[in-house]
């Protein structure tokens, strides 16, 4: 009981940092996540993490692409003449 409590908790918290997921969402996240993982057992464990590792670099490399692509190149920056 006290495990769902705190998954909850952290869930909740860990919504608001997270884009796409509500408090309550993440709320439901938290209680859920520990009851998933024991029945997946260690294997199911290792692979979370590493999808959810996998999934960060995904994420930051789309970021770093998207700000590359808003970044202006240096041909469109206006000439300086000195008058």
């Known amino acids: 009981m006290f495990g769902k409590i705190i998954g909850a908790i952290a869930g909740n918290k860990a919504a608001k ?3 796409g997921i ?3 969402g993440g709320t439901l996240l938290g209680i859920a996540a520990p009851t998933i993982l ?3 057992g260690p294997l199911g464990l ?3 993490v590493a999808g959810g590792y996998a999934w960060k670099k995904y994420s930051d490399r789309r970021q770093t692409q998207r700000a590359k692509s808003t970044e202006p190149s240096v ?3 206006p ?3 000195s008058l």
Request: glycine share 6%.
């Open 46 to 48: 290792v692979a979370t």
């Open 38 to 40: 024991r029945r997946m």
């Open 17 to 19: 940092h997270v884009r």
């Open 22 to 24: 509500s408090g309550t």
């Open 79 to 81: 000439a300086v003449t």
């Open 75 to 77: 041909l469109a920056k």
